[in-house]
């Protein structure tokens, strides 16, 4: 009987992306989904993918055929060597399975499905996100049956991170609990861990049994390093620990409708590890069989041959640096014009905070303010897609936070 389907409230991001296309006021301003803008306000094709779809449109062997179960094979190794870098102790043990997946979500989703039937501990595993973290993490696990609680991660004074509150939870959760957690420029507060807090957390996670569970959505995003945005990742790697990644390709490539993105599932080092490996990767066909039988190609196809082609992956860590680049530079314009006007706080976060968000601190109040006064759309907890902003608009929105801050 379908009339006791309740209505279920509509996407807060995919709903405040309709919101600001339907405002026909010419100064608006769009902050709100993270996908990278030039600085005229206009989505960026980056020139490297520009070139792969040429070279991949014109090659006549092209056809649409099935890509296998667990993807393309070029695409998944590639993808493993960029996370967990080409001399990876896990990749030299074959301690690796990896699948294609529908971008970052989709691995987000079958690792928790796969944890969901298959990671048994005393009691039902919980997992942990940060809080606040990127709110799809919470009905993803929801949805496959693994209940979530939250460990503090923002401190609202300091504006950065709270790390006694981050490891203080890490210690007090059950034993083999599931910690998700962001390996780079963390969605929505741009704050991320000192390589020594990483190793605390690790220490922590190590000592409780937990499993982590990494979420990779913006490598190249945070300092502009590829190998670097990874280095949490590594050092968990090379710690030892078994582990999930969920990778995404949809920011760093800018292939956000594609839906290119990866699931790693990596074992401890072990006399039987190959042997684990395979019946992991086993399950895991098994599972991405049923639900999406097999992964689209178009994306895997482009970042495929950019990770696999030296020149074009030399382009990529430019084009990569343009977009970083540019938002350091929002960041900063941003700074300075709200210490100019003497916005009441401080704004040092502002630039301290990496990667595409911007935690700004402002409340609900002031955020629908800027909305209705201004046309501002970013999300109600006050985070701001830095790539929104430009040279053009960059002025308007520091007067409107100036007066949304006063009023
Ligand atoms: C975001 O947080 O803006 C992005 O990750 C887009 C999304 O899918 O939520």
Known sequence: NADVVPQAPEDALFGL?????????????????????DDNAKPWVLPVVKKADDIIRNDPNLNHEYLPIAGLADFTSASQKLILGGDSPALKEKRVTSLQTVSGTGAVHLGALFLAKFYKTDS????????????????????????????????KETKGLDFDGFYNSIQNADEGSIVVLHACAHNPTGVDLTQDQWKKIAEVIR????????????????????????????????????????QSYAKNFGLYGERAGCFHFVTSPSADAQSTVGR??????????????????YGARIASLVLNTPELFAQWEDDLRTMSGRIIEMR?????????????????????????????????????????????YMTKNGRISMAGLNTHNIDYFAKAVDKAVRD
Not at 140 to 152: A, D, E
Request: charged content about 20%; hydrophobic content about 35%.
């Open 17 to 37: 992306m309709a919101a600001f296309r339907r405002d026909e006021d010419p100064n608006k301003v769009d902050l709100g989904i993270g996908a990278y803008r």
């Open 124 to 155: 039902q595993p919980t997992a942990y996100f940060s809080d606040p973290t990127w709110p799809n993490h919470f009905q993803i696990f929801s949805n496959v049956g693994l209940s979530h609680k939250t460990y503090p991660y923002f401190s």
């Open 332 to 376: 900063k314009a941003l700074r300075s014009k709200l210490e100019e006007l003497g916005t009441p706080g401080t704004w040092n976060h502002i630039t301290d905070q990496i990667g595409m968000f911007s935690f700004t601190g402002l409340s609900e109040k002031q955020v629908l303010k800027l909305r209705e006064d201004s046309h501002v």
């Open 207 to 246: 000592a409780k049994k937990h499993f982590p569970f990494f979420d990779t959505a913006y490598q190249g995003f945070a300092s502009g390093d590829l190998a670097r945005d990874g280095w949490a990742i590594r050092y968990f790697v090379e710690q030892g620990f078994e582990l999930c990644i969920a």
């Open 280 to 297: 992991i990767a086993s399950q895991l066909a098994i599972l991405q069989r049923s639900e999406i039988s097999n992964p689209p190609a």
